[in-house]
């Protein structure tokens, strides 16, 4: 069964700090990897695209990284801010071009704070 | 363009009630999806349409949910009769392709089914 794993669950950093949070996932083949980032009460937004030989990509102060061979990607968040505060949601598209297939992880929840 | 348009924003409802959930996809999307968070099982897809014809509907959960989509901008999730395990917030997103880098959610509909 394809999965994808996220850890850890919820994370607490101070405003100014630096985080990493990570993606294990099963799907083979794979399309491409995204991660989303979700404020409270609003719908997940695309932060990064990365396709199977793509090793890094970033998006201001987030920077995802990805590992086919080990089926590991990673988002690291550097000098975090309040606005930080969300979940962030890895998702995998399996390489058959159909989006019944996409398999969400459950998140990882961030809190920043003062 | 306004994005991915969903109504109500919250719903509150007893058991047994039928619940209509709406969505306006953004001009020019051929795909749109429906889908419901949970805690416990994150983001699941329930179906999606290309130009307006159901493709895949193997997540809705039972017979008692229906989905339409009458034109290219509008689409409706009915839930009748409705049970208390239903809670949960529900997501409409549209795409210019099935697995595009245009994939945009709306804000979702939290329903609560007491």
């Known amino acids: 069964k394809n999965q994808v794993e996220q850890s850890p669950q919820s994370l607490i950093i101070l405003e100014g700090k630096n985080c990493t949070l990570q993606?294990?996932?099963?799907?083979?083949?794979?399309?491409?990897l995204r991660w989303y980032k979700q404020d409270t009460g609003r719908g997940p937004v695309s932060l990064t695209i990365?396709?199977?030989?793509?090793n890094t990509k970033s998006n201001g102060r987030y920077t995802a990284t990805l590992d086919a061979d080990t089926k590991q990607s990673s988002l690291h968040i550097t000098a975090s801010q309040l606005s930080d505060s969300a979940s962030y949601i890895c998702?995998?598209?399996?390489?058959?071009?159909?989006?019944?297939?996409?398999?969400f992880g459950t998140g990882t929840r961030l809190q920043v704070t003062l | 363009d306004a994005g991915v348009i969903q109504s109500p924003r919250h719903e509150v409802t007893e058991m047994g009630q039928e619940v209509t959930l709406r969505c306006k996809p953004i001009?020019?999307?051929?795909?749109l999806f429906w889908y419901r968070q949970t805690m416990m099982r994150g983001l699941e897809l329930l179906i999606y349409?290309?130009?307006?014809?159901?493709?895949?509907d193997s997540g809705m959960p039972e017979d008692r949910f229906s989905a339409k989509m009458p034109n290219a901008s509008f689409s409706t999730l009915k839930i009748q009769p409705s049970e208390p395990r239903d809670s949960a917030v529900y997501f409409c997103?549209?795409?210019?392709?099935?697995?595009?880098?245009?994939?945009?959610f709306g804000s979702g509909t939290r329903l609560t089914v007491v």
């Open positions: 997103a549209s795409s210019g392709t099935p697995l595009g880098y245009g994939y945009t």
């Open positions: 993606c294990n996932y099963t799907v083979s083949p794979f399309s491409n």
């Open positions: 990365m396709t199977f030989s793509e």
């Open positions: 998702v995998v598209i399996p390489n058959t071009g159909t989006a019944s297939k996409l398999t």
């Open positions: 001009s020019g999307h051929d795909y």
């Open positions: 349409f290309n130009n307006n014809v159901p493709i895949d």
